[in-house]
């Protein structure tokens, strides 16, 4: 088992900044290639980024490219998601999520751990 715990969300202005971050515990963190969905109410769970195990590869929603990193500290067992320049439609539910297995890191179904969520608010 992995246990996730997501933090960081908040209110923020449009153009505005946030980092959040999300702390695993369990099994060995770097075996793990990690994730970040967003949910909005009435659609589905929405792919953000990704990130391999090693970190040494990343993948970016379309919506985000350019705005938002992925990263990750195995040695602090966190993964990070920075967001600038952020839009009133990035307002979500924020969940992170972890995968042991090969595959497309874009799907959640991909992915066997989750955590609570936090919800990012961005003002116009």
């Known amino acids: 088992q992995v246990q996730l715990a997501e933090s960081g969300g908040g209110l923020v202005q449009a153009g505005g900044s946030l980092r959040l971050s999300c702390a695993a515990s369990?099994?060995?963190?770097?075996?793990?290639?990690m994730g970040w969905f967003h949910h909005t109410p009435g659609k589905e769970r929405e792919f953000v980024a990704g990130?391999?195990?090693?970190?040494?590869?990343?993948y970016y929603a379309d919506s985000v490219k350019g705005r938002f990193t992925i990263s990750r500290d195995n040695a602090k067992n966190t993964v990070y998601l920075q967001m600038n320049s952020l839009k009133p439609e990035d307002t979500a539910v924020y969940y992170c999520?972890?995968?042991?297995?090969?595959?497309?890191?874009?799907?959640?179904?991909?992915?066997?751990?989750w955590g609570q969520g936090t919800q990012v608010t961005v003002s116009s």
């Open positions: 369990g099994r060995t963190f770097s075996n793990y290639a």
């Open positions: 990130i391999t195990w090693s970190g040494y590869r990343t």
């Open positions: 999520a972890a995968t042991s297995r090969a595959g497309s890191y874009t799907i959640p179904d991909a992915y066997d751990y």
